[in-house]
């Protein structure tokens, strides 16, 4: 091959190599080159956390310039914001340091501010808003946790007794049964006789049942039964649900993430359940009637076992579970 | 302790080279033919290779994060990871691989077989150095082709990646948003940066395979030898510098 | 014969120091050589007077091209020094101010230049003259050596011979002012012999160029010799004018030059012997 033609395809190579460098460049990095017309704008920050040179500068979301260097500046950090040329930040625009995810970067957040006012001039300072750091939020976390654990503790105590008050239900429950033993005895048999009687057909039959009086009298008490034990239905339902929200998280834990009222909500029913069970414990009305629904007894119990088992869950991982929702929640 | 005086040596002879040549390097432009032949040597035919070595390694590379990353549902960033270690590692790296077994090899046996051929001595005798001749042009060469070759790797091994996430099915992300990941995290710095590193690495073997061709003594068996050795020496810097480089240029 | 290479420019001023080119003197003082503890020169001493044709002589192996290679800077000999013009050849500087030809034992040529990219180097590389002045001279020098019809052709493509011409003709492109031939005619047919003894003779009448010869050929060595050198295992064994060297008594030094062929000699006998027993 002669020279000639070997300096041209070295020529050629040559070119290529160097158009391929610019369509490189003009890909990756849309072409500052020619407008490297961006200004500078000056954040400062009490902590600018990881935030580096080279992180994206946001605007609702949108890439609008890029961190150039992070400085300290008196007792605060300062990071100089490039901000590409076409893009006006209003004066009453603030900045933030944001997370870009738990593990992720950070970038700076500008806010949109107020359309009209004059624009940030280059080298002006913006003002900037302080956010929470992840490390903060997590310790929240933890105190939350442990705040969620005391209160379902003495939701199961409530349950399960705690020997200062007496016992929870249950014993209150077992203890009713077997101090009236007795009388509970004695009204069976009483109820066996009048059977018999009735099937002997005796005269108190006729009685019982021409006597309309007696008749109505009976009927309330049935009445009596009923209601007391929707009531205790409803309650069981409404420990339910908390417990479910419990499970399921994400509500009541968003919310406890910014208050405590849930918390709340969870120790007034429980005192709610505490008031019930200690009427139960003093007899009140209704007593007879609630230790014979069989029905009552089974959905309590069944309810325990999930309160039980939630519990469980919650002691086993504690604080864990309760980043694994937020973290959840996060993403 | 023998390997390690030989080893001094080496370095020794290296460092003289360079300085003998940067020395030289005034006379560059009289040596214009002598340079376009080389830059013809290093940079265009050894073309076709890089591209195709860096196609599929970048295929190689989408593939593997393809699986790796469906996993966790982070395919979408396949771009990225192709792009940034295409850029910032691979495509220099395997560049001056290849540089090293393709053009170190060529330099270090017609070296070698010019200096057992007595053709170096004569160069010598005639007053004309081969730190001038010789050398002075291949580094210069070098310096001026790596970042093309570079370049050319780069941008290869990007649309290897391409058509592996576009058209392997269990990875099946589309073009654009592969180039879309990719052009936001590669920036050209880190290009100008991967280019850097080439360009040491080249330079590096470029000089190392040229100082192991000059020093070559005994017969035609050494030619073979010395080959060997710089070729070897080549990829054990290419490594080796390419920790030192990687955290001086961070 | 033709007329010699450098005949185009007469008794010229060196291109780089602009000093008028005189001839220039070797002198080899005391050295020796060791390659690995092998020593191949012992103590030798002598000296080239400025424009004379020295030829050394001896056996083969006895360290005759290790010499050439200490004159002609390649080398440091391990003891005693060699200066060229009062220089040592070793340096840089010392080339620039004198111009050395070696033609090699074996060519040396490169090969990844045509013959006539060989010649055409040095004068290239040293910027004397432009490219028509470049081809004028290189023809010149290969038309002396009849070699105008290789000039296009590559090393490879040479006959040994061949190499050895282009080889004399590419150190004569130089325009040296010492010049240092090993074996200038060894694969050299009679005619091209005699063209070559006419080449250094010519150099040294008109252009006083300073020869150091090294060969085996006798009648080479006896008619073109100022003086001559016999070296032995590495020792200079005698020195003086080809006249003296014909006039010596001393065995080693008769039977090297005239060598008596013998095929009944013992060593033969003995090769015979083992063939047989191989056999
Ligand atoms: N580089 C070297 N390393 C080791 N030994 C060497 C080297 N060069 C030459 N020798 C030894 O030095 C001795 C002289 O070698 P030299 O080439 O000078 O012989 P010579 O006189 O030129 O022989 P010839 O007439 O065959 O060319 C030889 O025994 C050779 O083995
Ligand atoms: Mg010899």
């Known amino acids: 091959m002669n020279t000639a033609q070997q300096t041209a395809r070295v020529g050629l190579f040559f070119l290529l190599g160097v158009a391929l460098v610019w369509v490189t460049f003009e890909t990756l990095s849309n072409g500052k080159i020619f407008a490297p017309k961006s200004h500078t704008i000056v954040a400062r920050f009490d902590d600018l956390r990881q935030l580096k040179a080279g992180d994206d500068v946001l605007m609702a979301g949108v890439k609008v310039g890029s961190v150039l260097k992070t400085q300290l500046a008196g007792h605060r950090g300062e990071a100089v914001l490039q901000i590409d040329s076409n893009i006006d930040i209003a004066s009453d625009a603030t900045a933030t340091v944001a997370m870009s995810g738990l593990i992720g970067g950070n970038y700076v957040s500008i806010g949109m501010g107020t359309a009209g006012l004059p624009p940030l001039m280059d080298g002006a300072e913006i003002r900037t808003v302080e956010s929470p750091d992840l490390n903060t939020i997590m310790a929240q976390l933890g105190g939350l946790g442990k705040e969620l654990q005391s209160s379902l503790g003495s939701f199961s105590s409530a349950f399960n007794g705690d020997p200062k008050t007496g016992g929870g239900i249950m014993q209150k429950l077992d203890k009713l049964v077997t101090e009236n033993t007795a009388r509970i005895n004695a009204t069976m048999e009483n109820l066996q006789q009048i059977t018999d009687k009735i099937n002997r057909g005796d005269g108190t039959i006729g009685r019982l049942l021409n006597d309309p009086k007696l008749h109505d009298e009976l009927l309330a008490t049935v009445d009596e039964i009923k209601s007391a034990a929707s009531q205790a239905k409803e309650l069981v339902a409404n420990a339910q649900a908390v417990i479910a929200q419990v499970k399921s998280g994400q509500g009541a834990l968003g919310t406890l993430v910014y208050d405590k009222k849930a918390a709340d909500d969870i120790k007034a029913s429980i005192a709610d359940l505490r008031t019930v069970s200690d009427k139960i414990a003093r007899g009140e009305g209704t007593l007879g009637k609630l230790i014979s629904d069989d029905a009552l007894y089974n959905s309590a119990q069944i309810t325990l076992k999930k309160a039980d088992r939630a519990l469980d869950g919650l002691n086993d991982s504690g604080p864990i579970t309760a980043v694994g929702i937020v973290a959840n929640a996060l993403f | 302790m023998k390997r390690i005086v030989s080893i001094l040596e080496g370095v020794g002879s290296v460092v003289q080279l360079l300085v003998k040549s940067v020395s030289y390097a005034p006379t560059l432009p009289r040596q214009w033919a002598r340079f376009v032949e080389q830059c013809y040597l290093i940079g265009y035919t050894t073309m076709p290779i890089v591209s195709i070595l860096s196609f599929f390694i970048g295929t190689v590379l989408a593939l593997e994060a393809g699986y790796s990353m469906e996993g966790f549902g982070a395919k979408e960033y396949i771009g990225s990871l192709v792009g940034l270690s295409m850029a910032r590692e691979l495509g220099p790296m395997m560049t001056s691989v290849l540089l090293a077994g393709r053009v170190g090899s060529a330099i270090t046996a017609e070296l070698a077989s010019m200096t057992v051929y007595q053709e170096v001595d004569a160069l010598t005798v005639m007053n004309i150095p081969a730190a001038r001749m010789l050398v002075l042009p291949r580094l210069a060469a070098i310096l001026v082709m790596m970042p093309v070759l570079t370049v050319i790797a780069n941008i290869v091994g990007w649309f290897g990646g391409a058509v592996v996430a576009r058209y392997v099915s269990f990875v099946g992300i589309s073009s654009e948003s592969y180039f879309a990941a990719l052009r936001h995290y590669t920036k050209f710095k880190d290009v100008i940066y991967g280019m850097e590193k080439a360009e040491v690495f080249g330079f590096v073997v470029v000089l190392v395979c040229c100082n192991i061709g000059l020093s070559t003594r005994g017969g035609p068996r050494e030619i073979g030898a010395a080959v060997t050795r710089g070729v070897v020496v080549s990829l054990i810097l290419i490594l080796v510098l390419d920790y030192f480089v990687t955290k001086v240029l961070m | ?279």
């Open chain 3, 1 to 279: 014969m033709n007329e010699p290479a450098t005949s185009a420019c007469s008794k010229t001023r060196n291109p780089f120091t602009g000093v008028e080119a005189n001839a220039v003197g070797v002198r080899v003082d005391a050295i020796s050589k060791k390659y690995d503890g092998v020593t191949v020169l012992k103590n030798v001493t002598f000296d080239v007077q400025p424009g004379e044709i020295f030829v050394m002589m001896g056996p083969s192996g006895s360290g005759k091209s290790v010499l050439l290679r200490q004159i002609s800077g390649l080398e440091y000999p391990t003891s005693g020094t060699v200066t060229v013009d009062g220089m040592d050849p070793c340096l840089e500087e010392t080339r620039y101010r004198v111009r050395i030809g070696l033609v090699f034992q074996a060519g040396a040529l490169f090969n990844s230049l045509s013959v006539y990219d060989n010649l055409a180097l040095y004068p290239r590389e040293h910027r004397s003259g432009g490219e028509a002045s470049i081809r004028e001279k290189v023809m010149h020098a290969l038309r002396i050596l009849s070699l105008e019809d290789a000039a296009r052709k590559f090393p490879s493509e040479l006959s040994g011979g061949m190499k050895k011409r282009v080889s004399i003709a590419r150190s004569l492109v130089m325009e040296p002012q010492l010049m240092l031939y090993d074996e200038p005619t060894s694969e050299l047919d009679p005619v091209m012999s005699a063209t070559i003894s006419e080449i250094i003779a010519t150099l040294k009448n008109e252009y006083s160029v300073t020869s150091l010869v090294v060969t085996h050929d006798r009648a080479l060595a006896l008619t073109i010799a100022n003086r001559v050198g016999i070296l032995m295992a590495g020792r200079l064994v005698t020195l003086g004018t080809a006249d003296d060297l014909r006039s010596s008594t001393d065995p080693r030094i008769v039977d090297f030059l005239n060598p008596k062929i013998d095929i009944e000699h013992p060593r033969f006998k003995k090769l015979e012997a083992q063939e047989k027993d191989t056999s």
